[in-house]
């Protein structure tokens, strides 16, 4: 399933073996969030020879429904570009690649549309969504965005003020994450084909830097929160439009502070690995690939995860970061309150909620460490 996603295509017509378990195998797909590239890359008719006609079915269905997740997104991206007064803006993750040509729409899942804008500029942003329609989802305030915006048939916006994690001003002793007059300045943007002169998307280098910061710092304990194989997807979508770019250690300075050299190579590595058509057999890219496909699979894997403390990717001196997080699991909104337990009954439903948290949360803790020793 893995070649499915990254191999030649010459080498998977070559090497075609029947499956033991069809189903199986789509499930895996699904699992490990490579459905839609893989359908993307083989189509329907070889998908359905190789898993089946139900099989081959259900994957077309989640090919389907990213394509119009996917496009969905790219259509919101022009509505912000095209507002009355919009302000600059850089478009992150999803819309950058796809906007800049490295990905294809269809083979991409995404949830919502990531903006980077001047902090100055951020409320005014926000508030001209609120006019528009978008209202405050379930997904609260973070310190490099504002809380997301929801419309009904437009989909979701986070309005993001700081890149976490990538650090332009690298050179200088300086903790500051990468804000949009700091791309701007530095020319790791580039201009979008059919959009307003104020619409970017991120340079090579900065796309890489940002998804191998976003899935080894930001989810490094949390696997299962996001699919990994997507970081390893878009580095090998960025390896075809600037594999010299991404062979110089520039993106990799941006982001080692909370990325060593050795781990964003190993994102490298495992990609070149997966697209020759083999898995590694050893070594930190055979780590990597071990820590992704059992932090998907495996529960106590992923509840033992829970339990480490790493460093918190912020700006702030690492303890203090450390407390905001602690006060952050124990005492969440309201609304993420409900996102964990579901919405609750009664009047005071959110009060029984807000007593019971900080015991639930020590509760989980020691289940992770237990977790730990079994592991």
């Not at 997740?69 to 993750?93: C, Y």
Request: net charge positive.
């Amino acid at each position: 399933m893995l070649a499915a996603a990254f191999a030649p295509m010459d080498r998977l017509a070559s090497e075609a073996r029947p499956l033991a378990d069809p189903s199986r195998a789509a499930d895996l797909l699904r699992r490990l969030g490579l459905a839609a590239r893989a359908v993307d890359r083989l189509g329907f008719d070889q998908l359905r020879v190789a898993l089946g006609p139900e099989a081959a079915r259900r994957l077309a269905v989640d090919h389907a429904a990213a394509e119009a997740r996917s496009q969905q997104i790219l259509d919101l991206a022009r509505d912000l570009a095209t507002l009355d007064g919009a302000p600059p803006m850089i478009f992150l993750k999803l819309a950058g690649l796809c906007l800049a040509g490295h990905s294809s729409p269809a083979a991409r899942a995404g949830a919502d549309l990531d903006v980077l804008v001047a902090e100055s500029a951020a409320s005014g942003l926000f508030e001209t969504l609120r006019r528009d329609g978008f209202v405050p989802s379930s997904i609260p305030e973070y310190d490099h965005q504002l809380p997301a915006l929801a419309h009904p048939r437009r989909g979701v916006v986070e309005i993001h003020t700081h890149v976490p994690g990538v650090r332009l001003q690298q050179g200088s002793d300086t903790k500051r994450f990468a804000r949009l007059e700091d791309v701007l300045r530095s020319g790791e943007q580039k201009t979008i084909p059919g959009f307003p002169p104020n619409a970017a998307t991120p340079s090579v280098g900065f796309l890489a830097a940002h998804a191998v910061v976003h899935g080894l710092a930001q989810h490094r304990g949390a696997p299962g929160s996001y699919p990994l194989f997507q970081m390893v997807a878009d580095l090998r979508d960025l390896v075809a439009e600037g594999s010299a770019t991404l062979a110089a250690p520039t993106w990799i300075t941006w982001i080692e502070r909370d990325v060593s050299v050795r781990e964003a190579r190993a994102v490298l590595a495992l990609g070149d690995e997966l697209a020759s058509g083999k898995a590694p057999g050893e070594g930190d890219s055979r780590a990597l690939l071990d820590h992704i496909l059992v932090g998907t699979l495996d529960p106590r894997y992923r509840i033992a995860l829970k339990a480490e403390f790493s460093r918190p990717l912020s700006e702030s001196w690492w303890p203090l970061a450390r407390l905001r997080v602690l006060r952050r699991a124990l005492f969440p909104s309201g609304a993420e309150l409900v996102a964990i337990y579901g919405a609750p009954r009664g009047a005071l439903g959110i009060l029984r909620l807000r007593l019971r948290r900080p015991f639930d949360a020590a509760a989980r803790y020691v289940r992770a460490r237990r977790a730990v020793a079994v592991e």
